[in-house]
């Protein structure tokens, strides 16, 4: 089984409250941040934890095996700045 990769903004000089008000922002994998693997974009919000968090699409280059882009299935969002599955059953937002 391959472990899991964890994504990163690629532009650590910007605190994630910032960068979830930009639509597109670069990522990188968590071991290798100085290398653009791809591009975060923002499709939407939610509320979690008493606050607005932004739902993300991670789109990311397949150049290495001749595609051009592959978006990965599931919605991510940021905490502590590593991008996460966005579980809607865990929001406890949406519980009443």
């Not at 990188?28 to 923002?42: E, H, K, T």
């Not at 919000?45 to 882009?69: C, E, I, P, V």
Request: hydrophobic share 35%; charged share 25%.
């Amino acid at each position: 089984m391959r472990p899991q990769q964890h994504y990163v903004p690629a532009e650590t000089d910007l605190p994630a409250e910032i960068l979830s008000l930009r639509r597109r922002f670069p990522i990188a994998l968590q071991d290798a941040p100085d290398q653009i693997c791809g591009i975060a974009y923002r499709v939407g919000w939610t509320s979690k934890m008493k606050r607005n968090q932004a739902l993300f699409r991670l789109r990311l280059n397949m150049d290495h095996a001749n595609y051009g882009t592959a978006t990965l299935p599931n919605l991510y969002i940021l905490e502590n700045d590593i991008f996460v599955e966005y579980l809607p059953s865990n929001d406890p937002s949406k519980k009443r």
